[in-house]
């Protein structure tokens, strides 16, 4: 997989204002080149757990075979969660796809005080129950571009032969 070096770029950019730290738990909504990206830099940067959800067997296939854990939507359920993250929920999620389904299940997943990092566009109108975002303090953060430092970042670990998958 080559990764090109504005989406590693956007990649560190949100685990920056996600607030990423050392042994969190992250699920990410989707699993193309991007979400695949995101997750290995996730892995790089020592999350202590990657998730990345899959709308079916074969996309499951792929993600497993990749090295991350896969979640199939509509068919898993919060103990599976719960195995996942060592007892806990999410700490962050990443939202790549822009599908409802998505939205509908990683609310429950993430952690009170968590945080989601909203990396796409809705591609229909979606609501949800507000008052659990904020009864869960959960935070969302929206990103649409990356800023300088994130670029030399991602630059820096392409010069140095990273490819991101290890």
């Given at each position: 997989m080559?990764i090109?070096?504005?989406?590693?770029?956007?990649?560190?950019y949100?685990?920056?204002?996600?607030?990423?730290?050392?042994?969190?738990y992250?699920f990410?909504?989707?699993?193309?080149?991007?979400?695949?990206?995101?997750g290995?830099?996730?892995k790089h940067?020592?999350?202590?757990?990657?998730?990345?959800?899959?709308?079916?067997?074969?996309?499951a296939?792929?993600i497993?075979?990749?090295?991350?854990?896969?979640?199939?939507?509509?068919?898993?359920?919060?103990?599976k969660?719960?195995?996942?993250?060592d007892?806990?929920?999410?700490?962050?999620?990443?939202?790549?796809?822009?599908?409802?389904?998505a939205?509908?299940s990683?609310i429950?997943?993430?952690?009170?005080?968590?945080?989601?990092?909203?990396?796409?566009?809705?591609?229909?109108?979606?609501?949800?129950?507000?008052?659990?975002?904020v009864?869960s303090?959960?935070?969302?953060v929206?990103?649409?571009?990356?800023?300088?430092?994130?670029a030399?970042?991602?630059?820096?670990l392409?010069?140095?032969?990273?490819?991101g998958?290890?």
């Amino acid at each position: 997989m080559k990764i090109e070096q504005d989406k590693l770029s956007l990649a560190v950019y949100s685990l920056q204002r996600t607030g990423f730290r050392y042994g969190m738990y992250a699920f990410i909504t989707g699993c193309d080149d991007f979400s695949c990206a995101l997750g290995a830099l996730l892995k790089h940067s020592g999350a202590a757990g990657v998730t990345m959800g899959a709308m079916n067997s074969e996309e499951a296939t792929k993600i497993e075979k990749l090295g991350f854990t896969s979640y199939v939507y509509g068919s898993d359920n919060m103990d599976k969660t719960k195995k996942l993250t060592d007892g806990r929920l999410f700490d962050l999620v990443y939202e790549t796809t822009g599908n409802a389904t998505a939205y509908g299940s990683f609310i429950d997943m993430l952690k009170r005080g968590g945080a989601v990092g909203v990396l796409a566009r809705l591609d229909e109108p979606y609501t949800f129950f507000v008052k659990t975002a904020v009864r869960s303090q959960i935070r969302f953060v929206g990103m649409k571009s990356f800023d300088e430092k994130s670029a030399k970042i991602a630059k820096a670990l392409l010069a140095t032969g990273w490819r991101g998958l290890a």
